[in-house]
C-alpha cells in the first residue's frame, strides 16, 4: 500500500496525525483529503516523490503504469527508466514540460509528459523530489501518424504535381518514377514486367535494376507488396499491379520495384505507406500510356485487316522516301518499289455469298501479304478493295519476282477445294524508285495505280511493271 492511501501517514509528507477535534471536523479533513486525493489521481497517471538520493518514497495510484507501487517504494526512480535519458530523477529543479520513456511490467513502454518539483529539509537543502506524470503514449502515436499522413500527402501531392505539368505519356512516366526516387531517396525505381521473355525492366530511372531481375524473375510476379533483400544486401520493396482481371491490351504482369542500396536504411512503414499510395499513381500513369498507345496504333490501322491504313501509309512512305533523298549512302542504289494490288472478284463473292465472306477473303489476302513482306516493309489496306506494298531497297527484277508470287499465292489462297467462290484473284501494278530520280510520292504511286490497271485490262490475275518516270533534264548553265 502506498503512503496516499493512509491519509495520515508521517510519510506522507502531511505531517503529524489529526489534531483532536470533534468527529465532523475529522469527517471534513479525511473527505476533503479524499476529494484532493480523487483529483491528483484522475489528472495523473503517475504520482510520486523521492528522497535526495532518488528513491522513490511515495507512489500512486496502488499501481502505477501496472507496477505494484509497495514493491516499487525504496527503489531508485530510474529503475523504471525504459531509456536512461532523459533521467527526470536526477533532477534538481522545477520542470514543467519534461517527457519521458517509463517501463511496463508486461515488456511495454509509456512516454509520460511529467510536471517536477524540488523538495527542501528544514535547513534548505534539497531533500528529493515531488512529480506528476500524464500518459503521453497515445497523444504522441497519434501525432506522429498524423505527421506521418500529412507527409504523405505533401509528396503525392508534389508528385501529382510534377505529372500533371507533362503532357505526354511517356514523359509523365519519367517524371513519376524519379519523383518516387527522390521523394523516398531511392538509388533506383523500376517498372519491371514479366512477360515471354522473362522479366524485364522496360522503365526505370536512377541505378540500373538488372543484378535484381534473376532474383525476382519467377512468374507470375507478386500478388501482394513484398519488402526483401537483394543479392548485395539491397533493401527491395516490390509493389505489384493491382489485377482483378488480366491487364487491359494483353499486356503481362507489371511490378513497381525501388531499392536503397547495402548499408541503407530498409523501408519502413510511413515508406511503405508512400510506395503503395504513388505505385498507383505510377500503374495509372502506365495505364493512360498503354491506352494512348493503342488509341494511336487504331488511328493508323485498318480495322478489319490489321494493315496500316490509307493515311498511315502515305505518311511513312513520304518520310521513307524523303531520308532516303538524303541518304548519301544510297548514291546509285536501288531504292524501292511500291506495288498496288486490287481484288479482281470480290464484288461477285459479296454478291453470291454475302459481305462475311467478302471480308473474310480480305483478312486472307492481308494475312498473306504479312507473311510476303520483311519487318522493313510497309503493308497497307488503302480500302475497299485496294491494298498497297512498299518494299524498301527493292530493285525491278526483285519487285517483278515478288509480284508473281502474290499473284500466284493469292489464286491458290483463292481456289481450295470445297468453296463456292468465284476465283480470287489480283491484279498489281509496280512502280519502281529509281536512284537519282526526284519524284514525289503522288507522282510514284499514279504510276503504281496507272500499271494496276493496265495489268486488269490486260486480262486480270497478272501484274504489270509502270513506265519509268520523265526526268526534267537539267538547264543547260547547271549542266555545264
Known sequence: MSPLDDPVSPS???????????????RALLESRQRWRDFASLAADLLFETDAEGRLTFLAPEAPLGWLAAALLGRPGR?????????????????????????????????????????????GRFAGLRGAGRDVTQEMAESAAQAAALRRAEVLQHLVSRVRREVLAPRMLTATLDSL???????????????????TAPHREGADPSPFLATLG??????APAFRSGPGGEALALIPRAQAAPAPGGEPPQALLAWRGAGRPGFDADDRHLLVAMADMLFVVLGNQALQQRLEQQARTDALTG????????????????RQALDPARAGKALGALIFLDLDNLKPINDRMG?????????????????????IDLAARLGGDEFALWLEDMDAERAAARAAALCAAAAGLANRPGRRAPPLTVSIGCAIRRPGAVEAPESLIARADAAMYDAKRGG????????????PALPRRLAS
Open 181 to 199: 526516387r527522390t521523394a523516398l531517396g531511392c538509388d533506383g525505381a523500376a517498372v519491371l514486367a514479366w512477360g515471354e521473355a522473362g522479366l
Open 79 to 123: 529503475d523504471l527508466l525504459a531509456a536512461p535519458e532523459p533521467d527526470p530523477f536526477a533532477r534538481r529543479a522545477a520542470a514543467g514540460t519534461l517527457r519521458a520513456w517509463f517501463r511496463r511490467p508486461d515488456g511495454g513502454s509509456a512516454c509520460l509528459h511529467l510536471a517536477l518539483a524540488p523538495l527542501a529539509d528544514a535547513a
Open 307 to 322: 494493315l496500316l491504313n490509307r493515311g498511315a501509309f502515305l505518311d511513312d512512305l513520304a518520310r521513307r522516301l524523303g
Open 218 to 223: 519467377g512468374r507470375p510476379g507478386p500478388r
Open 12 to 26: 506522507s509528507g502531511h505531517g503529524a496525525s489529526l489534531p483532536a477535534a470533534g468527529p465532523d471536523l475529522q
Open 460 to 471: 486480270r490475275n497478272r501484274w504489270a511493271l509502270a513506265t519509268e518516270p520523265e526526268i
Open 355 to 375: 459481305h462475311e465472306a467478302g471480308d473474310a477473303a480480305l483478312v486472307a489476302i492481308a494475312g498473306l501479304l504479312r507473311e510476303m513482306t520483311r519487318p
